[in-house]
């Protein structure tokens, strides 16, 4: 491998999947443990933070936002831990830009549309960096992790990861070129 590979894995690769990879366990592990947000039950919490975007009907379709609110941090917090151990990074980096881009279209919806007022729930108590109303701030925020995630996505976990050099994911792309 060529110092230029070692260098891109070490300073671009790696920080780029430990931080979307932690911050999707970070969202996850507030949506599903966070007392101090949440109170008694955090993902009743969050499945209220989902009817607050008015994009399904609370009464139709309760049914989907309750699950919603039950699946999507889990299905976070392994997308996050995949990435931040360097195992399947390109599938869990697909993952979180398919999430991001639901999430990004929703925060959208919400912004154009002024007579809606919602709260994030996006990482609990800790809206970071953005307040807890939905503004631009999301939807740039959202797109910085799309853009992060697609790097992943193209270019894989790096070097400094626990898939091997050559796995079946990382070799499609021509990690090995150098």
Known sequence: MSAARWGESILIQTPVRLVVGGLF????????????????????????????????????HHHAIVTAAYVIPWVELLAGLLLVIGIWARPAALVSLVLLAGFTAANASVVLRPDVSASCACFGSIEWPCGNSITWCQVGRNAVLMLMSAYILWRGAGLVALEAPGSGTRAAAGDLDD
């Open 25 to 60: 366990c970070l969202a996850a592990y507030m949506k599903l443990f966070d007392r101090v947000w949440a109170g008694n039950d955090p993902t009743l919490t969050f499945a209220e933070a989902i009817k607050g975007y008015h994009i399904l009907d609370p009464v139709m």
